[in-house]
């Protein structure tokens, strides 16, 4: 049977850094995947996450299944963490442990599929590589809406409002809380009210992407549109990562938060969820959940995280500002300030595929197909290459 099976093409992500660990060039350098690395260029295991972890072993948790949900506790601080301080009891909200980000937008897209299966998805354009490829693997089709204006490199306010306008009640749209992957970005308050206001007028169900919470301007901060948005739309979802800001990449830590309008219907819509993740992968890994619920419900654990993640945050805006003021030491004649501006993890550099992939062939240089640089790989000791490759490809 296996004769007929034809070999797929490697993840535009996650492909690239199996291709980088087979490269043998010394001065390789890899900014495609989105993995916090230090100055050094290594991504650290957090002190805090250490330290919980530490906790955990001493507290020797025995290995038996969580619930299909995961446990309240958990439950309660990533409704703390999103939606602000007093939100974790509010009984028509609520929220399911998920194997990182990722397999909470596939709840999500898993449980649309069963209740709302014409609901067409929007996502914007552009968006993470990943997003049509877990919606379409739940049966749905998605749509793009307009979001970003390659000219002027900043959002297309206009055209995304008229985009949004189109959606229909029942269709499920798709937006970025911050940190816009892979543009950087970001809606700006007014604009979450207005698309608010029109999804509400639409009847569309609103999903919100929350996977760079503190990356762009702090905790708080990143949260606020998606908090404004929270008191315009009847009902809501959220899906959390803490795969970067909590440093948990490999331990696959995520949540999805569904917003209704009573607490009836919440404990409905849980229901529905836990068959979800119950025919999908029965119930979620214990260690990540238990180290974020650690650190959340401590308040020194809780500082010491928020100290480290404001340095991971400085950092990368730092290297912002190098890269841009690198690219002009090397002789770029185009303005490349744009770079300070963007937020979170990604620069979108306007490079083309060619330029991507002469950068790649010629330079040892990875950077995602799209020119997404993952800006949290720079660092002093890369910085001149990178922007020395860069401009020999321009
Ligand atoms: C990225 O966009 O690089 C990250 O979200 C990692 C991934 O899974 O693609």
């Not at 034809?6 to 291709?19: C, E, F, N, T, V």
């Not at 955990?56 to 299944?65: G, I, M, T």
């Not at 995304?160 to 809380?177: R, S, Y």
């Not at 950092?315 to 744009?338: E, K, P």
Request: hydrophobic share 40%; glycine share 8%; aromatic share 8%.
């Amino acid at each position: 049977m296996f004769e007929r099976i034809q070999p797929a093409p490697p993840d535009p992500i996650l492909g690239l850094s199996a291709i980088f660990a087979a490269d043998n060039r010394a001065h390789k350098i890899n900014l495609g995947v989105g993995e916090y690395r230090d100055a050094t260029g290594v991504t650290p295991v957090l002190d805090v996450v250490r330290t919980a972890e530490s906790r955990l072993f001493e507290s020797a948790p025995n290995k038996v299944y969580l619930p299909i949900d995961g446990t309240p506790d958990y439950g309660r601080v990533v409704r703390e963490l999103v939606f602000g301080t007093g939100s974790g009891e509010q009984a028509n909200t609520v929220t399911v442990q998920s194997p990182g980000g990722t397999g909470a937008l596939r709840i999500a897209a898993d449980f649309a599929a069963r209740h709302f299966s014409q609901a067409r998805v929007w996502l914007p354009d552009p968006t993470w590589a990943n997003h049509p490829k877990i919606f379409e693997a739940a049966g749905l089709t998605c749509h793009s809406y307009p979001y970003y204006d390659a000219a002027s490199r900043q959002l297309d306010t206009e055209r995304l409002l008229a985009g949004l306008a189109e959606t229909q009640a029942g269709d499920l749209v798709l937006l970025h809380a911050c940190c816009h992957n892979p543009t950087g970005v970001d809606i700006d308050d007014d604009t979450w009210a207005a698309v608010a206001r029109i999804l509400a007028e639409r009847g569309a169900l609103p999903l919100i992407d929350f996977a760079y919470q503190g990356f762009g301007d702090g905790l708080e901060e990143d949260a606020k549109g998606l908090r404004i948005f929270r008191e315009l739309v009847p009902e809501l979802l959220v899906a959390s990562s803490f795969s970067k800001n909590f440093g948990l990449y490999q331990d696959r830590v995520g949540a999805l938060s569904v917003v209704t309008a009573d607490a009836e219907q919440a404990s409905s819509v849980l229901s529905q969820l836990k068959i979800c993740v119950r025919t999908s992968f029965s119930n979620p890994p214990a260690h990540g959940s238990a180290l974020v619920t650690t650190i959340l419900n401590d308040s020194d654990l809780r500082s010491a995280w928020l100290d480290e993640l404001a340095q991971m945050r400085d950092r990368i805006n730092g290297m912002r500002q190098s890269l841009a003021q690198g690219l002009v030491r090397s002789g770029a004649t185009q303005d490349f300030s744009f770079i300070t501006q963007q937020k979170g993890m990604f620069s979108f550099s306007g490079l083309n595929p060619q330029q991507v992939e002469r950068l790649r062939e010629e330079h040892a240089v990875y950077i995602v197909g799209s020119g997404r640089i993952n800006v949290a790989g720079i660092t002093p000791n890369n910085l001149e290459g990178l922007c020395t490759a860069i401009c020999a490809v321009l």
